[in-house]
């Protein structure tokens, strides 16, 4: 025999040279909740070990990244009013607007990303205003541009929106723009399937729909074409980063994705991949930090430059170890 593949397997030094997937803790991304109130830290039941934290208390989450080697969060705000307009989305003391703020003041080397959608602050929980029961695209852009700008004047070093409306890359881009922010970046969510796989962040940020659901905007899984075609929609657009989500069961899109386009690719790793690893843990049928690991290096072996997941200090810190590549 010539040919032995497992000649390269012999001991850890010569598994570790030939390795194919390197991984750095800085392209790991951290989700984080916000809310409004004072001196709280609120465990998410369906997400154990994950909290949202009042804007005075979440400097003991972002010490908590930086002691680990994450250096970027992903902001998400679950405000005290809801509307049929979603105000709170885009008011200057809305809470995301008041958490950058506070991130960028006491913690500038942490870079600040923000959720750019509307479901955690309309009545209605739908990502957009409505119309006859469905909403209407057109008159979300306008918003959405809106709480992007407010974002961008709070301080956030970038934007990404979740919404799946048309044209919101342009929309925000050529808002940011006339603003003065042409330097901000868009992660846009471009790749994002409706995934009964959100259930958990829905509990986290109260943010389900009171009627119907998301089909009208979020993709149907069925499809990896049209992933595509959405991808290159949002690089046209103008999106520096695209985003494929959730990760773990569609690590195609993320062949494909990067295939097609020129931007870095993003995968998010979801609530509902967080809490299955979590269930099975706790019961015992799984080892946690290994699980995590395998999930973890297979996103970034289909391709993803970036991760952003709810283990990212456990990852940080495994990566440092060695334990992962
Ligand atoms: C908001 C948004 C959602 C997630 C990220 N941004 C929920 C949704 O689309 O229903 C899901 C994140 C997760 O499940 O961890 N539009």
Redesign the pocket.
Same mark, same amino acid.
């Given at each position: 025999m010539v040919k032995r593949p497992r000649r390269l397997r012999g001991s850890e030094n010569l598994r570790r040279m030939v390795r194919e997937t390197r991984m750095d803790p800085h392209s790991l991304i951290y989700?984080m909740f916000v809310m409004e109130g004072q001196d709280k830290k609120e465990e998410i039941p369906s997400m154990e070990g994950q909290y949202r934290y009042t804007v005075d208390r979440m400097g003991e989450c972002l010490q908590e990244l930086l002691d680990a080697g994450v250096t970027s969060v992903m902001l998400?705000g679950i405000p005290k009013v809801k509307d049929e307009v979603g105000s709170q989305a885009y008011a200057e003391d809305g809470i995301v607007q008041r958490a950058v703020r506070y991130a960028k003041e006491h913690f500038p080397q942490i870079y600040v990303i923000t959720?750019v959608?509307m479901?955690?602050y309309t009545s209605h929980g739908h990502?957009g205003v409505l119309c006859d029961h469905d909403v209407d695209n057109d008159e979300t852009l306008k918003l959405l541009a809106k709480t992007a700008v407010s974002h961008a004047q709070a301080g956030a070093d970038m934007v990404a929106p979740?919404?799946m409306m048309d044209g919101r890359v342009a929309a925000i881009r050529e808002a940011l723009d006339e603003a003065g922010f042409q330097k901000i970046p868009i992660m846009s /969510?471009a790749v994002?399937y409706a995934s009964a796989?959100?259930?958990?962040?829905?509990d986290a940020?109260g943010?389900a729909p009171s009627f119907g659901d998301?089909k009208t905007y979020?993709m149907d899984y069925h499809n990896s074409r049209e992933g595509v075609k959405e991808a290159m929609l949002d690089e046209e657009e103008g999106a520096d980063i695209i985003m494929v989500?959730?990760a773990m069961s569609y690590l195609d899109m993320i062949v494909k994705v990067k295939e097609m386009v020129d931007t870095p690719i993003a995968a /998010?790793s979801?609530?509902?991949e967080?809490a299955m690893v979590k269930a099975a843990a706790k019961m015992g049928w799984v080892d946690e930090e290994r699980i995590l690991g395998e999930m973890a290096v297979a996103v970034y072996r289909a391709g993803a430059d970036v991760y952003l997941t709810?283990y990212a200090k456990e990852l940080a810190r495994m990566m440092k170890e060695g334990k992962i590549g």
């Amino acid at each position: 025999m010539v040919k032995r593949p497992r000649r390269l397997r012999g001991s850890e030094n010569l598994r570790r040279m030939v390795r194919e997937t390197r991984m750095d803790p800085h392209s790991l991304i951290y989700p984080m909740f916000v809310m409004e109130g004072q001196d709280k830290k609120e465990e998410i039941p369906s997400m154990e070990g994950q909290y949202r934290y009042t804007v005075d208390r979440m400097g003991e989450c972002l010490q908590e990244l930086l002691d680990a080697g994450v250096t970027s969060v992903m902001l998400f705000g679950i405000p005290k009013v809801k509307d049929e307009v979603g105000s709170q989305a885009y008011a200057e003391d809305g809470i995301v607007q008041r958490a950058v703020r506070y991130a960028k003041e006491h913690f500038p080397q942490i870079y600040v990303i923000t959720d750019v959608c509307m479901c955690e602050y309309t009545s209605h929980g739908h990502c957009g205003v409505l119309c006859d029961h469905d909403v209407d695209n057109d008159e979300t852009l306008k918003l959405l541009a809106k709480t992007a700008v407010s974002h961008a004047q709070a301080g956030a070093d970038m934007v990404a929106p979740s919404d799946m409306m048309d044209g919101r890359v342009a929309a925000i881009r050529e808002a940011l723009d006339e603003a003065g922010f042409q330097k901000i970046p868009i992660m846009s /969510y471009a790749v994002k399937y409706a995934s009964a796989f959100y259930g958990p962040f829905r509990d986290a940020a109260g943010s389900a729909p009171s009627f119907g659901d998301r089909k009208t905007y979020q993709m149907d899984y069925h499809n990896s074409r049209e992933g595509v075609k959405e991808a290159m929609l949002d690089e046209e657009e103008g999106a520096d980063i695209i985003m494929v989500k959730p990760a773990m069961s569609y690590l195609d899109m993320i062949v494909k994705v990067k295939e097609m386009v020129d931007t870095p690719i993003a995968a /998010y790793s979801v609530s509902g991949e967080y809490a299955m690893v979590k269930a099975a843990a706790k019961m015992g049928w799984v080892d946690e930090e290994r699980i995590l690991g395998e999930m973890a290096v297979a996103v970034y072996r289909a391709g993803a430059d970036v991760y952003l997941t709810y283990y990212a200090k456990e990852l940080a810190r495994m990566m440092k170890e060695g334990k992962i590549g």
